[in-house]
T-cell receptor, first 115, second 114 residues
Framework: GESVGLHLPTLSVQEGDNSIINCAYSNSASDYFIWYKQESGKGPQFIIDIRSNMDKRQGQRVTVLLNKTVKHLSLQIAATQPGDSAVYFC??????????????FGTGTRLLVSP | EPEVTQTPSHQVTQMGQEVILRCVPISNHLYFYWYRQILGQKVEFLVSFYNNEISEKSEIFDDQFSVERPDGSNFTLKIRSTKLEDSAMYFCANRRTAASYEQYFGPGTRLTVT
């Protein structure tokens, strides 16, 4: 089947700390993964993505790690800021029988950053 | 930077009424999607649309739902006879090409069915 899930529903950190948000996926055929940030009342906002032929990708203050052996994805946020407070979703790109693609989202982790 | 826009931001309707949710995708994008998010839950795929046709739909997308691009620009989701359980945030998303997997999401429409 297809499912993407998150280990921790809420993560509370202090400003300046590094944050790690984890995600497990079940579809070994998935070739692309995305992390989205969702602030209250807004749509998912792209943060960073990674293709299955990579195990690490870095952006500005964010790093995504992919471990295909255990089907695990993580998002690392360096020097977390109050503005990082949001719900973070991992999403898995799945190719359907038609050849078209859809995103399957995890349940989300709420990141709370205290000043 | 181009953005996906959606209207209305909030729609309140009575059970059994028809609603149309509207989206203006990014202009040069070719693949269009609708997702929904019930309060406190994850984002769920509803339907994908390409070349003026539905390419894939989920089990949620039953006969009460339809999508179209009425003027080649806007992208709409219609629910013919709303049910209480249709209350959710509805997000439009689009993707530029077959080779670019990133989907850009709109801000969503909050649908409340009473």
């Amino acid at each position: 089947g297809e499912s993407v899930g998150l280990h921790l529903p809420t993560l509370s950190v202090q400003e300046g700390d590094n944050s790690i948000i984890n995600c497990a996926y079940s579809n070994s055929a998935s070739d692309y993964f995305i992390w989205y940030k969702q602030e209250s009342g807004k749509g998912p906002q792209f943060i960073i993505d990674i293709r299955s032929n990579m195990d690490k990708r870095q952006g500005q203050r964010v790093t995504v790690l992919l471990n295909k052996t255990v089907k695990h994805l993580s998002l690392q946020i360096a020097a977390t800021q109050p503005g990082d407070s949001a719900v973070y979703f991992c999403a898995e790109n799945i190719e359907m029988n038609t050849g078209f693609q859809k995103l399957v989202f995890g349940t989300g982790t709420r990141l709370l950053v205290s000043p | 930077e181009p953005e996906v826009t959606q209207t209305p931001s909030h729609q309140v309707t009575q059970m059994g009424q028809e609603v149309i949710l509207r989206c203006v995708p990014i202009s040069n994008h070719l693949y269009f999607y609708w997702y929904r998010q019930i309060l406190g839950q994850k984002v769920e795929f509803l339907v994908s649309f390409y070349n003026n046709e539905i390419s894939e739909k989920s089990e949620i997308f039953d006969d009460q739902f339809s999508v179209e691009r009425p003027d080649g620009s806007n992208f709409t989701l219609k629910i013919r006879s709303t049910k209480l359980e249709d209350s959710a945030m509805y997000f439009c998303a689009n993707r530029r090409t077959a080779a670019s997997y990133e989907q850009y999401f709109g801000p969503g429409t909050r649908l409340t069915v009473t």
